[in-house]
Nanobody
Framework: QVQLVESGGGLVQPGGSLRLSCEAS????????MGWYRQAPGKQRELVAR???????DYADSVKGRFTISRDNAKNTLYLQMDSLKPEDAAVYYCNYVVLLSSTHALSVHWGQGTQVTVSS
């Protein structure tokens, strides 16, 4: 019903930048919230940043001032600009959409497939 396709991960040196994208398609009536999560080996998945329907944003303390979440409503696409990357930012990054489905207007939660971010010299 809803598909999320992520792109933009890769290998970057400490201090470098990456931009992640997550494009949604399918039977979406409206998007209630979008977010980025990450999971490092041996750790729980954690919230990195999220943006609500009204445009308000939240960031994990560890990424404030370095990461920026944004969206293109016309393209149903979510972005995460990551600057000043640190080795501890390395993880698999997942996008998350909370949507109302077109068919039922039911609330539904969807995850991207994950994209690897490696920060190493």
């Amino acid at each position: 019903q809803v598909q999320l396709v992520e792109s933009g991960g890769g290998l970057v040196q400490p201090g470098g930048s990456l931009r992640l994208s997550c494009e949604a398609s399918g039977s979406i009536f409206s998007i209630r919230a979008m977010g980025w999560y990450r999971q490092a080996p041996g750790k729980q998945r954690e919230l990195v940043a999220r943006i609500m329907n009204g445009g308000s944003t939240d960031y994990a303390d560890s990424v404030k001032g370095r990461f920026t979440i944004s969206r293109d409503n016309a393209k149903n696409t979510l972005y995460l600009q990551m600057d000043s990357l640190k080795p501890e930012d390395a993880a698999v990054y997942y996008c998350n959409y909370v949507v109302l489905l077109s068919s039922t207007h039911a609330l539904s939660v969807h995850w991207g497939q994950g994209t690897q971010v490696t920060v190493s010299s």
